[in-house]
C-alpha cells in the first residue's frame, strides 16, 4: 500500500521533470530571439562559437533533437 503510493509519487515527479525539461527548447524553436534576450540562452550561443546564422546553426540541431 504505502509503497505502492511512494512509487507512483516519484513517477508522477519524474514525468513532470520530463516535461518541463522540454520546455526551453519549445521556447526557443517558437521565439528564436530568445537568444539573443535570455541570458542564459545567449551564453550557450556564444559557447557553440555559431557566428552568422541563428536558424541555421542553432535551431536546426534542435529540432532534429526533437525526432
Not at 539573443?36 to 546553426?57: H, Q
Request: aromatic fraction near 10%.
Amino acid at each position: 500500500g504505502d509503497v505502492y503510493k511512494r512509487q507512483i509519487l516519484i513517477m508522477a515527479l519524474l514525468d513532470t521533470l520530463g516535461v518541463a525539461s522540454i520546455l526551453p527548447f519549445i521556447a526557443v524553436l517558437s521565439n528564436p530571439y530568445l537568444i539573443e534576450t535570455n541570458s542564459i540562452l545567449n551564453s550557450a550561443f556564444k559557447y557553440s562559437n555559431t557566428v552568422s546564422d541563428i536558424k541555421r546553426t542553432f535551431l536546426i540541431p534542435l529540432e532534429y533533437s526533437q525526432l
